[in-house]
């Protein structure tokens, strides 16, 4: 199977976080026909595929996801999102470029490579699961945790994140900055907006605690990432009557921090904020994912080599961006790095991939397995 019918025969299957709608079957089932051993390691309603080919040698990884984000009003698509429309060298539809595409694209590398090269050095493997776009509980991170177990080692991982911006290869994540998040409720009196003096507004308490936690500088970042930021997503109070002070206010907030600081002095830093403003208040903390970095090393140096084979040009290295389920590979020692197809449209109405770009991914994605192969 070509890249381009995997992609469309992925598209057109409705997995909407944390759904896999047969995605995985269908790839599986093509894996298998070239030789590969593949496993399914379901956890609840999340769908994980485990496949390897190889007995022995160093174990390079493709990392992906069949999961999608909701379409949002299809009214406002061009095309239905899952009707995967092709158009002026353009396809459409919802996780064309997050990352149905990729996924399609390394699936059909590793079978051309496997079916031209049974006897290959080392071994080749995929990892599958339909719960990145959700809460990531019952994915990666739980597959992982039982490779561990099993003393399975992943030494090199490419995640098939679209991480090109302007054009296929401009860009390759080499890592991510971790995501601390907090959920803060401050108590206060409610009471009538007439009588203030008989109530206690935690707004207005609060207020003061927020603009200094806005304008802290938290680090000053180092050379392979920028400096931590703190942002407030969300803020609720009231009752929905204008006339009462609430009687308390919820404030979720998110710190996407470097490896210049750690949780846990965040953490710290941030009650003492509170406390230095005598709040009264209850404080939890979610910790999505530690920073990782991986230097120029094999991974890197093969991955930046078959882009310039490609493109003519090399890539550029970068840690921006969200988090990734390569933070749940890099703390194991792991090499890891993201190539993909240009990210503008993910997320978004109207998700596309140029299918030129498809076809030069498995082209590039081939030559990265070959080039480690050799190492």
């Known amino acids: 199977m070509q890249v381009l019918e995997l992609t469309k025969e992925l598209i057109r299957k409705k997995s909407v976080t944390p759904e896999d709608a047969g995605c995985q079957e269908a790839i599986a089932a093509l894996l298998k026909g070239v030789g590969f051993k593949v496993e399914s390691i379901d956890i609840g309603p999340v769908k994980n595929l485990w496949a390897v080919h190889g007995s022995s040698g160093p174990l390079f990884c493709f990392l ?3 999961d999608v984000v909701p379409s949002g009003p299809v009214e406002d698509w061009k095309h239905p999102p899952f009707d995967c429309v092709e158009e002026d060298g353009v396809l459409y539809g919802r996780g064309a470029a997050d990352m149905k595409g990729c996924v399609a694209a390394f699936v059909t590398a590793v079978c051309k490579y496997v079916s031209q090269n049974p006897d290959h050095p080392g071994r080749i493997a995929l990892l599958l699961t339909s719960d990145e776009e959700g809460p990531a509980l019952y994915g990666t991170q739980a597959v992982v945790q039982k490779l561990e177990e099993r003393g399975e080692k992943i030494d090199y991982c490419l995640v098939g994140e679209p ?15 971790g995501s601390l998040g907090g959920r803060l409720t401050v108590m206060g009196i409610q009471g009538h907006v007439a009588y203030p003096h008989l109530a206690r507004n935690p707004i207005h308490q609060v207020a003061p605690a927020l603009a200094e936690l806005s304008s802290e500088k938290w680090d000053e970042g180092n050379e392979f990432f920028p400096p931590t930021s703190f942002q407030i997503s969300n803020m609720n109070a009231g009752t929905g009557a204008d006339n009462v002070i609430p009687g308390k206010v919820e404030i ?37 994912g530690r920073p990782f970095f991986t230097p120029k090393g094999k991974l890197v140096d093969a991955v930046s080599a078959a882009i310039e084979k490609s493109t003519g040009s090399l890539p550029q290295l970068s840690t921006a961006g969200g988090t990734s389920d390569g933070r749940f590979i890099a703390p194991l020692g792991a090499e890891v790095v993201e190539f993909g197809v240009i990210n503008r449209s993910i997320h978004k109405i109207n998700e596309h991939v140029k299918i030129a770009d498809l076809n030069a991914l498995v082209s590039i994605y081939e030559q990265v397995i070959a080039l480690l192969a050799q190492s």
Do not use: I
């Open 252 to 288: 979720v907030f998110n710190f996407r921090f470097s490896t210049a600081s750690t949780p846990d002095d965040l953490k710290a830093r941030v009650e003492a904020v509170l406390q230095k403003h005598q709040l009264e208040y209850n404080l939890s903390w979610t910790l999505s």
């Open 163 to 177: 991480s090109s911006e302007e054009a296929l290869g401009d860009v390759v994540k080499v890592g991510r900055r």
């Open 64 to 66: 992906g996801h069949t």
